[in-house]
């Protein structure tokens, strides 16, 4: 690829519709008076319009806003982090009472700074959130803690209703594209996580448009499904700024439905699959999908029996 190469031009079927209305504006105060931070807001999510405006939900990310880690291809400022808010859980918990949310996702910056990579604020905020919001599911979205195994094993005890770690990328893409991460690294996160709590579905993400091929794409998903990876997503790269690294591809709307269809036969009780698809998109529709679809599976194979 030549060093002069111009940006790609971003195709008409990503246009954003901004949306700022009292819910929008309500929310963002309340994340402010809380000293709150979101993933939507610090990784400049293309649907937080959508999400805070009209679905009033959010993706709440705590640990701070300050990642240990540089990946090439996220917003969110790195540095050293500051010393951990052990009140966090709470302030979490009542904001989900204040937005009255029946599905949260809790996600957070990486932490290797710390030595169970935040798997004990994660996990007291699963808990406080379940005191207070006894009738709410909770989607959790770790980074490999290290991959350490008891950091993942705190976690899991707290018992999130979906347990969410993301690829992000295929495999020979990873070594550029994440920083410290490990593609089989993060396999074995999921699969260690279904093996710890075999009732607790498990989720993935991958965004594209990075230089992958399809049939590298195709493998994700196998190798997703060989570790009992039971919900995908899959979406568009977005270049957050100049120095992150450029859009390669732009994915038509068809391209992704034909990718989702390809996921589903894999064996995924769920995918979702679009341009502007990232891992908490609609979460609660995906949960309560997948949920169906495991469903009707089950009795199509009692009624083969």
Not at 121 to 149: C, H, Q, W
Not at 161 to 188: F, G
């Amino acid at each position: 690829m030549s060093t002069k190469e111009e940006y790609i031009r971003k195709p008409e079927w990503l246009k954003i519709k901004l949306n700022t209305n009292e819910n929008y504006t309500g929310l963002k105060k309340m994340m402010r008076e809380n000293s709150l931070h979101t993933v939507c807001e610090e990784a400049k999510c293309p649907n937080i319009h959508e999400c805070w405006a009209v679905r009033r939900t959010a993706t709440f990310m705590i640990l701070g806003d300050t990642c240990t880690r540089a990946c090439r291809f996220c917003a969110v400022k790195t540095g050293l982090p500051t010393e951990l808010d052990m009140q966090e859980p709470e302030r979490v918990a009542d904001s989900v009472v204040l937005m009255n949310l029946k599905h949260v996702v809790v996600t957070a910056v990486a932490r290797d700074d710390l030595k169970d990579g935040g798997a004990g604020v994660f996990a007291e905020t699963v808990r406080a959130i379940r005191r207070k919001n006894p009738f709410t599911s909770i989607e959790v979205l770790p980074s490999d803690m290290g991959g350490v195994y008891e950091n993942l094993k705190t976690l899991m005890d707290a018992r999130p209703d979906i347990l969410n770690h993301n690829i992000e990328t295929v495999e020979r893409l990873t070594p550029r594209v994440r920083a410290r991460a490990k593609y089989d690294r993060s396999l074995e996160f999921l699969r260690r996580a279904k093996e710890m709590q075999p009732d607790i579905p498990t989720k993935s993400s991958l965004m594209i448009g990075l230089g992958e091929t399809k049939e590298e794409i195709i493998a994700t998903m196998d190798a997703l499904r060989a570790n009992n990876v039971d919900i995908m997503t899959i979406g568009q790269y977005l270049q957050p700024s100049k120095k992150h690294l450029k859009v390669l591809k732009y994915y038509t709307p068809e391209e992704f439905q034909e990718l989702k269809e390809i996921a589903l036969s894999k064996g995924f009780s769920h995918c979702e699959a679009g341009p502007l698809v990232r891992s908490s998109y609609h979460a609660d529709e995906q949960v309560n999908a997948a949920t169906k679809r495991k469903q009707e599976m089950g009795e199509q194979e009692l009624r083969k029996a």
